[in-house]
């Protein structure tokens, strides 16, 4: 009889208890948050100026199954579903376009990306604290140049009367003046190695960070065993900043479809076109020289959708070879 009294009793006190709780639960963090609302405020502007910006703007994406132009507005634009994306997947120039950014890109990523992992641990293991201060500080100021002026330079480095060309010729590399940019077969290594002179101090600065934070008694361990210094960068190191080096090559892989937009417009011209038209470029010609700009959305949204799905598949892949990803 006990029993049947208090278990309406307890149904009752149950709900009061929880709610106790929660409301307890916001109490605290009403004043979390009261305590931090200017780092909160200053958030919420972040927050505002992405959705400005970063999530209107998403509307004008269906201008690419439309026929835009500038005369109309976006809802008066006829719809004609997939043509625009047909018509490039058709162009002439898709596969010379497709193979000249897919070509830059792999090579970069198989080169220019392990890179800056070597040149981070080659400068950790620098015992001058002033050296490898300044091999830092020279490695990253070219980050800072932007391509429209470091372009400027690479053109006249390499042009027919440039400094490249007398370096070459005093080494008995080549018998005579070459302008380089003018040679299709250039134009790729001119682009990889000039963007890994550019950004390898700049790229190695987060591997450095990763570093920084590897518990000194892995290594006072690694030394009591006997390593030396090149078996405790292989075997400390290196497996420490690999969840660092899995999210940076995911990303990598994510945008493979990428150019370096800026780079590429600088160095081109009409004698390397063949090896310098990528989509980017390609786009901004025809798309927006020509003021296709469904056209233009069109292109973008195809390699929206390609880097969405290169993302998922290069995440779930880094998760099952050693556990780290981005979700």
């Known amino acids: 009889m006990d029993v049947k009294i208090q278990q309406p009793e307890q149904q009752l006190i149950d709900p009061l208890v929880k709610q106790g709780a929660k409301s307890k639960r916001y109490k605290k963090t009403a004043k979390r948050i009261n305590n931090q609302k200017y780092l ?42 997939l ?62 140049i932007s391509w429209v002026v470091l372009g400027g330079i690479l053109t006249t480095w390499l042009a027919d009367i440039g400094v ?30 000039s963007d890994i002179w550019k950004e390898l101090g700049w790229s190695a600065i987060i591997y450095l960070a990763a570093i920084a934070g590897v518990s000194t008694e892995l290594y006072e361990a690694a030394t009591i065993d006997g390593a030396n ?4 960068m292989w075997h400390v190191t290196l497996p420490a900043i690999m969840p660092t080096i899995a999210i ?3 990303l990598a892989v994510s945008g493979v479809l990428n150019s370096n937009f800026d780079q590429i417009l600088i160095l081109k011209n009409s004698l390397n076109e063949s090896a310098s038209n990528v989509i980017d470029t390609y786009v901004y010609q025809l798309g927006i020289q020509n003021a296709r700009y469904s056209y233009a959305t069109a292109v973008g949204l195809m390699k929206a959708i390609i880097a969405f799905i290169l993302l998922l598949s290069a995440n779930k892949i880094m998760k099952k070879i050693n556990g780290t990803s981005l979700f």
Not at 74 to 81: K, L, M, N, Q
Not at 97 to 123: D, E, H, R, W, Y
Not at 229 to 232: A, D, L, N, P, S
Request: hydrophobic share 55%.
């Open 229 to 232: 210094r090149f078996q405790k």
């Open 40 to 81: 909160q405020i200053m958030a919420l502007l972040g927050v505002v100026w992405m959705f400005i910006f970063n999530y209107i703007p998403m509307y004008g994406l269906i201008i690419a199954f439309k026929e835009f132009n500038i005369i109309q507005s976006i809802s008066e634009a006829p719809w004609v579903g």
């Open 83 to 144: 043509m625009q994306f047909k018509e490039f997947l058709q162009d002439e120039n898709f596969l010379i376009v497709l193979k000249n950014t897919l070509g830059m890109s792999l090579i970069k990523l198989l080169i220019a990306f392990p890179l800056p992992i070597i040149f981070a641990l080659l400068l950790n293991e620098l015992t001058s604290l002033k050296l490898k201060k300044a091999v830092q500080t020279i490695s990253y100021l070219p980050h800072f």
């Open 248 to 250: 940076l090559f995911i």
């Open 164 to 193: 490249i060309n007398d370096v070459l010729l005093s080494l008995g590399m080549i018998d005579e003046r070459t302008n380089f940019l003018a040679e299709p077969d250039n134009f790729w290594a001119i682009v990889i190695l």
